[in-house]
Nanobody
Framework: QVQLVESGGGLVQAGGSLRLSCAAS????????MGWFRQAPGKEREFVAA???????YYADSVKGRFTISRDNAKNTVYLQMNSLKPEDTAVYYC?????????????????WGQGTQVTVSS
């Protein structure tokens, strides 16, 4: 069982930056693929970024070049550094974990989800 707790969300002006953190419980965090997803009001949850346990990363086209996913296995934490934020990045951001070697870019394979953290970007 893995528990995930996100933090770091908030209100920021367009062009600003935020860093989200996702702290995971469990001794085998390093073996989990991790992902970030987001859901805006009235929209479906969408993929943002993912990182394998081997630190291979993958990004949605909408965030490529602006967001960076990383992980610190010693701290059982995955991060999402978000730069050049836009109003359309406003959403609840969720981290997710699955026990697999691959980079996972769809939501279905993820077994564990955090409660989400709100990111609001004002224009």
């Amino acid at each position: 069982q893995v528990q995930l707790v996100e933090s770091g969300g908030g209100l920021v002006q367009a062009g600003g930056s935020l860093r989200l953190s996702c702290a995971a419980s469990g001794r085998t965090f390093s073996r989990y693929a991790m992902g970030w997803f987001r859901q805006a009001p009235g929209k479906e949850r969408e993929f943002v970024a993912a990182i394998s346990w081997g630190a291979i990363t993958y990004y949605a086209d909408s965030v490529k070049g602006r967001f960076t996913i990383s992980r610190d296995n010693a701290k059982n934490t995955v991060y999402l550094q978000m730069n050049s934020l836009k109003p359309e990045d406003t959403a609840v951001y969720y981290c997710a974990a699955t026990n697999t070697i691959a980079v996972v870019t769809t939501s279905t394979p993820y077994d564990y989800w955090g409660q989400g953290t709100q990111v609001t970007v004002s224009s």
